[in-house]
């Protein structure tokens, strides 16, 4: 089905770890965005692409790192996870007519 | 930069009643303005957009918002809530030089009272 694909959907991590959330979408769509979701905060954008080779930063992009080799992948990397980062992070995509599709979201503690 | 501000955390009204949730944007540019839906433990899906032309937009399911400029507005208005209804409704924004840029509010709860 086409759509956008986040893995994975929960994952725990220790203080200090890293790792890579994956997004794929299969849309051929130009932007691409990760954002966080915390409670009463809506969300909050943390880097943000308009194609290929292209990202910059969001509202809350520290601790964060971005890549978009391909039109289909943009991954968040957390370079040394945090207690803050616990969160509900997003990822979207969207054509010029800024229909922004979300994926279901990876659920993240950090501990 | 852009904001959004969603004056209300939570929204309370019985079925069949109508509900307006509020939402109003800071600019000093042209914006694209978007309501976006969140039902429980699932993403968001679009409702509905302003890009330009008409100021009233409508969704198919009955909701419908208007842009109003000198106000810096974009209401989401129903006319007759249902139980299905039930969600947590997003305001956004975005300046029409960076379009890929988009802005969301802190949400606006919505609960439908049999």
């Known amino acids: 089905n086409a759509g956008v694909t986040q893995t994975p959907k929960f994952q725990v991590l220790k203080t200090g770890q890293s790792m890579t959330l994956q997004c794929a979408q299969d849309?051929?769509?130009?932007?691409m965005s990760w954002y966080r979701q915390d409670p009463g905060m809506g969300l909050r954008l943390i880097h943000y692409?308009?194609?290929?080779?292209?990202?910059d930063q969001g509202e809350v992009p520290n601790g964060y790192n971005v890549s978009r080799s391909t039109t289909e992948d943009f991954p968040l990397r957390l370079l040394s996870a945090a207690p803050s980062q616990t969160s509900v992070y997003f990822c979207?995509?969207?054509?010029?007519?800024?229909?922004?599709?979300f994926g279901s979201g990876t659920r993240l503690t950090v501990v | 930069a852009q904001s959004v501000t969603q004056l209300d955390s939570q929204v309370p009204v019985f079925e069949e009643a109508p509900v307006e949730l509020r939402c109003n944007y800071s600019?000093?540019?042209?914006?694209?303005l978007f309501w976006y839906v969140q039902y429980p433990n699932q993403g968001l899906q679009l409702l509905l957009k302003?890009?330009?032309?008409?100021?009233l937009v409508e969704s198919i399911n009955g909701f419908e918002a208007e842009f109003n400029k000198s106000q810096t507005s974009f209401h989401l208005r129903k006319p007759s809530v249902h139980i299905s209804d039930t969600a947590e409704y997003f305001c956004?924004?975005?300046?029409?030089?960076?379009?890929?840029?988009?802005?969301f509010g802190s949400g606006t709860r919505l609960s439908i009272r049999p």
């Open positions: 979207a995509s969207s054509g010029s007519s800024l229909d922004y599709t």
């Open positions: 849309m051929n769509h130009e932007y």
């Open positions: 692409s308009v194609g290929a080779g292209i990202t």
């Open positions: 600019s000093s540019v042209s914006v694209y």
């Open positions: 302003y890009l330009s032309g008409s100021t």
């Open positions: 956004a924004v975005t300046r029409l030089s960076s379009a890929s840029k988009i802005i």
